[in-house]
């Protein structure tokens, strides 16, 4: 008899138990600084305009709130040292960043800290 191969390609992809987010990587930069030189004046954060779907939370020190957004999108809605809860602007020194991303319909999280300086 005669034996023919067939070779038949598969891809694999991310398994299922560990939900990956697709497209860009999300990035937050470490450092703002809002003195009008057009410098590192806002919260930049790498890709967030891939995810429309996100929730920005900052907090100081003492873990109080101070800048909450959704739909962060480095353009209209951005962190530039002003509290978005009293319009205070923030002290310089570092702060702590929650941010979810949602993408279909699973959401990564991710923490870190920023630091302010004028």
Do not use: C, W
């Not at 809002?34 to 939370?57: E, R, S, V």
């Not at 003492?62 to 999108?73: H, I, P, R, T």
């Not at 319009?87 to 949602?102: E, I, K, N, R, W």
Request: aromatic share 10%; no cysteine; net charge negative.
């Amino acid at each position: 008899g005669s034996l023919n191969t067939v070779y038949q390609p598969i891809s694999v992809s991310n398994p299922t138990d560990h939900p990956q987010m697709m497209g860009a990587e999300i990035a937050v930069h470490q450092g703002l600084s809002p003195n009008g030189d057009g410098i590192n004046d806002f919260l930049l954060i790498d890709g967030i305009t891939q995810y429309p779907d996100n929730k920005l939370q900052i907090m100081n020190r003492s873990g109080q709130l101070v800048y909450e957004a959704k739909g962060y999108d480095n353009s209209t809605k951005v962190f530039d040292g002003h509290s978005n809860k009293n319009g205070a602007l923030q002290l310089p020194g570092t702060y702590f960043y929650s941010l979810d991303v949602t993408a279909n319909g699973v959401t990564q999280h991710k923490t870190g800290f920023i630091v302010l300086k004028y």
